[in-house]
């Protein structure tokens, strides 16, 4: 699973290649172990513009990745749709996205080869690419 940092790794890449068992999460920030979009103004350890800096940063960054890959086959919806999904907007910060919902979401997915992909999915259930 490619947690935050894995996963703008992998949604910079031009094509995602993850077996059946392999997941992709949302990069929103998070800053102290806590969700940089829950800290608010007037909290006790003043992160508040801390949280929105680095929440603003990642948008931007999420964005133009997500433009590059989306844009041209899924336009500014999909871009958006993706958007949400990236930065958490309905879903805990470590909640999977799995290889389904990336195909929807228009990314380049392909389903792993080779034998490390073959041994991980042997001992584990998933969905298989198509």
């Given at each position: 699973?490619?947690?935050?940092?894995?996963?703008?790794?992998?949604?910079?890449?031009?094509?995602i290649?993850?077996?059946?068992?392999?997941?992709?999460?949302?990069?929103?920030?998070?800053?102290?172990?806590?969700?940089?979009?829950?800290i608010?103004?007037?909290?006790?350890?003043?992160?508040?513009?801390?949280?929105?800096?680095?929440?603003?940063?990642?948008?931007?960054?999420?964005?133009?990745?997500?433009r590059?890959?989306?844009?041209?086959?899924?336009?500014?919806?999909?871009?958006?749709?993706?958007?949400?999904?990236?930065?958490?907007q309905?879903?805990?910060?470590?909640?999977?996205?799995?290889?389904?919902?990336?195909?929807?979401?228009?990314?380049?997915?392909?389903?792993?080869?080779?034998?490390?992909s073959?041994?991980?999915?042997?001992?584990?259930?998933?969905?298989?690419?198509?």
């Open positions: 699973m490619a947690l935050s940092g894995g996963t703008l790794i992998a949604l910079g890449a031009r094509e290649a993850i077996g059946r068992n392999a997941a992709l999460s949302a990069v929103d920030p998070v800053l102290f172990g806590r969700r940089a979009k829950h608010e103004a007037g909290d006790e350890d003043g992160l508040h513009a801390t949280a929105r800096e680095y929440e603003d940063a990642m948008r931007r960054h999420l964005q133009s990745t997500l590059a890959r989306l844009q041209a086959t899924q336009g500014a919806a999909g871009v958006e749709k993706a958007m949400a999904v990236f930065m958490g309905n879903a805990p910060h470590e909640w999977p996205i799995y290889g389904p919902e990336l195909i929807d979401l228009g990314l380049p997915v392909r389903a792993a080869e080779g034998r490390w073959e041994y991980v999915d042997a001992r584990r259930g998933g969905w298989r690419a198509r």
